[in-house]
């Protein structure tokens, strides 16, 4: 089973040059990929991002515009992170190969992907990156790795068209076990933040790396809605007991 482009979106974060997003929608249209999002786009629409669509006005006809980017990833189970630049604390880190066969596996079991692309000028923050299971680099120059970023959307919507399924996807009825939707891992990681400072664990004066580490070690095992559930009843158990602690 391939990459099915039904349950794929590309979500650019805030790109500041129109004629980028109309070319990565052109690069998304020739590769058989229309899913396109825009978080908070500067300058947009505009007669640039359509010229540089040439063709591809459809597919950015389409663009679905967010001002959040937790509303461009609602309904994702899987969120990746494309990154020109390796950063400090190491992250699962695929290459653009890896990246389509991760997408194929993600979705045979039902689940939506969404790839992401940073700004032109600084990519993406730390902590947007952090909201990702897996950072993608698209092995480069060590001196000068950056590429534009239509170019960066062109090779992965190759790589994801090249991964690409013949038959057509089975539609998978989800389970109540499948992979957590990344909204409620997210809630998850507030209620554990707020959980470890209830039960004196985590300083927020002095908070450290401990919630970047931890987040590592989540998304690395990929939890399912289930687990969820439970690691957020022992939370909650846990600060009761610490409530009734403090208050006798
Ligand atoms: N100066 C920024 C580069 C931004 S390039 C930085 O250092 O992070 C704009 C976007 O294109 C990046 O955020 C990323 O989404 C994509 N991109 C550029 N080069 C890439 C590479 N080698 N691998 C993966 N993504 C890349």
Known sequence: ??????????????????????????????????????????????????????????????????STLDEALAGCNMVLGTSARPRNLEWPTLAPRECSAQVAQEQGGGGEVALLFGRERSGLTNAELERCQFRVHIPSNPDYSSLNLAAAVQILAYEMALAGSVQTPS????????????????????HLQEALIDIDFLDPDNPRQLMRRLR??????????????????????????????RER
């Open 1 to 66: 089973m391939g990459v099915d482009a039904r349950r794929l979106r590309f979500v650019l974060v805030e790109p500041s040059h129109p004629g980028n997003i109309g070319a990565a929608a052109r690069a998304m249209k020739t590769m058989g990929l229309s899913r396109l999002y825009l978080v908070n786009p500067d300058n947009y629409p505009s007669a640039e991002a359509t010229a540089r669509a040439s063709g591809a006005d459809d597919v950015l006809a389409a663009a679905t515009v967010c």
């Open 171 to 190: 539609d998978d009825v989800r389970q109540d076990d499948s992979h957590a939707e990344q909204i409620e891992v997210e809630r998850f990681f507030e």
């Open 216 to 245: 590592r070690l989540f998304v690395r095992t990929r939890l399912l809605t289930t687990e969820v559930n439970i690691l957020r009843g022992i939370l909650t158990a846990a600060q009761r007991q610490v409530k009734l602690v």
